[in-house]
């Protein structure tokens, strides 16, 4: 069995791009995303270029069906070498006391609880590898502070305590390795929807990030608890 990549948030934008990459690299890409059409796109895409693929038309914050995923992939591959959490969303750019609180409860889910949801379902697997590697995408918006971006920032400062936390618990026990990725602005759905007035062609490209980020999977890569900051190509340590 070759390597096995399982990436949310596949079916455009940065989680397409990273998929691809992996596949063209020689994993079998497990892609998640909710919508089916552009995940039977991505199928064909890989395919064509005689990469493997399977695709998972599934909310990432259903999470009984994680588990059942992790089942899944436990009983074709008994192992999990490569974990991206990418999945994201904006969520409303409102001052904090204006957020509806099923909005603020949604951005938690899709953006922080599915990734430890991940971690839960995804944990044997990923220590079953010889080499498991574990990236989940960040955003600068969670250090650089600014009005109206309150439950995206949140949720990714979140996500930063849970990629290091998740990283502690794997460093001395496993082959583990858990990386953070911050994109920077990419030309992607997500960042028009938040730029509105933003020229798309100023802006760096997915593809142009993808292969940065299959680097951090790679079985060759050493470090762990680390962010890779894309728009400085830095390798950041906390503390
Ligand atoms: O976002 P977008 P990006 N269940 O909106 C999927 C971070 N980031 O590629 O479900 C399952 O084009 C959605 O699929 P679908 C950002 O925070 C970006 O720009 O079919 N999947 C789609 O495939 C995020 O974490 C920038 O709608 C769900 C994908 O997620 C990641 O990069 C800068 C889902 C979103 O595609 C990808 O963002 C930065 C759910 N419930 C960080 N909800 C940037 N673009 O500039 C959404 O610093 N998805």
């Known amino acids: 069995v070759g390597r096995v990549a399982l990436v949310t948030g596949a079916s455009r934008g940065i989680g397409r ?11 079998h890409v497990v892609a998640l995303a909710r919508a089916q059409g552009p995940l039977e796109f991505l199928y ?3 395919t ?6 399977t695709i998972v038309p599934l909310d990432v914050a259903e999470f009984d069906n994680l588990d059942r995923l992790g089942a899944c992939i436990h009983e074709r591959w008994k192992k999990l070498d490569i974990l991206v ?22 951005i938690m889910d899709v953006n922080v609880t599915a990734n430890w949801r991940l971690v839960r379902a995804m944990d044997m697997l990923l220590r079953a590898s010889d080499a498991g590697r574990c990236v989940f995408v960040t955003s600068g918006a969670a250090w650089r502070i600014k009005a109206y971006w ?17 990283a502690a618990e794997t460093v001395n026990t496993s082959n583990v390795k858990v990386m953070l990725a911050n994109p920077g602005p990419l030309r ?6 938040a730029m509105p007035g933003e020229d798309p062609q100023t802006l760096r490209t997915p593809e142009e990030f993808a292969p940065r980020l299959a680097a951090l999977c790679r079985p060759d890569w050493a470090e762990t608890g680390k962010l890779y900051d894309f728009p400085t190509d830095r390798l950041i340590e906390f503390e």
């Open 17 to 27: 791009a990273v998929a691809l990459q992996l596949a063209r690299e020689g994993a």
């Open 44 to 46: 064909d895409e890989i």
């Open 48 to 53: 064509g270029f005689g990469g493997e693929a």
């Open 85 to 106: 959490g990418n999945a994201g969303l904006l969520g409303p750019l409102t001052p904090l006391p204006h957020v509806e609180p099923q909005q603020w409860a949604r």
């Open 150 to 166: 309150g439950p995206y920032a949140v949720s990714k400062a979140a996500v930063n305590a849970l990629a290091r936390t998740y």
């Open 188 to 193: 992607t759905d997500m960042r028009a929807a």
